[in-house]
């Protein structure tokens, strides 16, 4: 077994050893040992992705440094969006760091990227020490998944705002992971919430033959839109866990709103597509169309229209063949990217010129963009979904397969 597997091992077992809270702190404290580095520091992403919370790592941690980094322009943005380990020289003292060399390696699981592990070495780290860094930041985003379970601690560091009921409520309905990398697809999606929640949500699962993807927006604001939109996801997570198709799950969503939803109603979409053949099925309850890129062209995606859900519908929703072809990119949104104040954000001029960009750092230009125009002052919230196709058999991954 090599060097630095023997020492992945161990960190490992230390970590397990340890309580949740202080997952971060071991692996710093054993890649000082290991490899002579000081400053050894785990760093997380903010909800929005716009900043990093440093977490202590027991590693003379604190002097000269700020819990919160803004990530636009820095070197963490680099490394998040090329998913690379950088390496640079380091500043003295006066820059917070001891003379050396700084090391930041992305810390991502399946495409969703968690933060950023950064350290300082003496010596210009070698192939082995970066492979071993590497691994150790690669560990840190099975840690931080695992551990997350237990502790508020990383929630906290999502967190770079104070949040509402509301949003409290909201955030707890978006899946676990913002992005995910599943071979035949990669997803991602961002919600932009606006000063007075609106009732957005998406979800996506797999199983083993199918990918599910789900976006919604529950009229109203506030805590009664995210009452209804808790109704949604329950009803659509309920009938999608219990191995029902999509018209079973539209009918489980406009059932929950109409009988629940005290008169409310929501606009939705539902996306299923076949893993082993590629086929597509789609059902539109009166949301916006999609935007698809295929070839170098956006062009808006048309479906036949039913009504949102809580709206009396006798035939019920249809369920439509959706038109997919490998190297596609799908992008899902609600009237919050399109809204009156946004007019002067061109979506398909974006998802063109995007169309290098992984599906996480996509919908995060998107929402940028988009606070750019509205002046961060956002009517409604705005949710964005980026879907790549890849094909049926494919098992594209991040440049570091992380």
């Given at each position: ?5 023997v020492?992945?091992?161990h960190l ?9 809270v ?5 692996i710093?404290?054993i890649?000082a040992?290991q ?22 790592a027991?590693?003379?941690f604190?002097?000269?440094?700020n ?22 020289e380091?500043?003295?003292p006066?820059g917070?760091?001891?003379?050396g060399?700084?090391?930041v ?8 990227a968690i933060?950023?592990?950064e350290?300082?070495m ?5 192939e082995?020490?970066r492979?071993h ?6 560990a ?14 990383y929630e ?9 009921l ?13 992005s ?5 697809a ?16 998406f979800?996506?699962?797999l199983?083993?033959h199918?990918?599910?993807i ?5 009229m109203g ?10 109704l ?21 969503a406009d059932?929950?709103?109409?009988d629940?939803g ?6 939705g ?6 893993l ?10 009166g949301h916006?169309?999609p ?8 062009t808006?995606i048309e479906p036949?229209i039913?009504p949102?859900?809580?709206v009396?519908?006798?035939d ?13 990119r ?11 104040t ?10 063109a010129?995007g ?5 996480r750092?996509a919908?995060?230009?998107m ?5 750019e ?9 705005a949710t964005v979904?980026?879907l790549d196709?890849?094909g049926?058999?494919s ?8």
């Amino acid at each position: 077994m090599a060097e630095q597997d023997v020492a992945l091992e161990h960190l490992l077992a230390a970590v397990e050893q340890a309580p949740p809270v202080e997952s971060s702190a071991v692996i710093g404290r054993i890649l000082a040992e290991q490899l002579d580095a000081s400053d050894v520091c785990f760093m997380l992403t903010d909800f929005a992705g716009d900043s990093l919370w440093r977490l202590p790592a027991e590693v003379r941690f604190g002097e000269g440094k700020n819990d919160r980094e803004e990530l636009s322009g820095s070197l963490y943005d680099q490394v998040i969006s090329s998913q690379r380990l950088l390496v640079t020289e380091s500043p003295g003292p006066a820059g917070g760091f001891d003379p050396g060399w700084r090391v930041v390696a992305p810390v991502t699981n399946r495409g969703d990227a968690i933060g950023v592990l950064e350290l300082t070495m003496r010596e210009r780290p070698g192939e082995r020490q970066r492979m071993h860094v590497a691994q150790a930041a690669h560990a840190m985003a099975y840690i931080v998944v695992a551990n997350r379970r237990f502790t508020d601690l990383y929630e906290w560091g999502r967190r770079s705002v104070p949040v509402s009921l509301a949003a409290e409520i909201q955030h707890n309905l978006l899946p676990d992971a913002l992005s995910c990398e599943a071979g035949q697809a990669t997803i991602a999606g961002s919600l932009e919430p606006a000063g007075h929640i609106a009732g957005d949500t998406f979800d996506y699962s797999l199983d083993e033959h199918s990918l599910y993807i789900s976006i919604t927006d529950a009229m109203g604001h506030d805590v009664p839109a995210a009452m209804l939109a808790t109704l949604l996801v329950g009803a659509l997570r309920n009938a999608r866990r219990s191995r029902a198709g999509l018209a079973a799950q539209a009918r489980a969503a406009d059932r929950a709103v109409t009988d629940y939803g005290q008169d409310a109603t929501a606009t939705g979409q539902l996306l299923s597509i076949d893993l082993a053949t590629g086929r597509a099925l789609f059902v539109n309850a009166g949301h916006p169309w999609p935007l698809r890129l295929r070839d170098g062209r956006v062009t808006m995606i048309e479906p036949h229209i039913d009504p949102p859900f809580g709206v009396p519908n006798p035939d019920g929703h249809r369920v439509q063949d959706f038109d997919l072809a490998p190297g596609d990119r799908v992008v899902l949104l609600t009237d919050g990217m399109i809204e009156r104040t946004t007019t002067a954000l061109d979506l398909p001029a974006l998802i063109a010129d995007g169309s290098g960009l992984h599906p996480r750092e996509a919908v995060r230009s998107m929402t940028r963009a988009l606070h750019e125009v509205s002046g961060g002052e956002l009517r409604d919230d705005a949710t964005v979904i980026c879907l790549d196709w890849h094909g049926p058999g494919s098992s594209r991954r991040t440049p570091l397969d992380q």
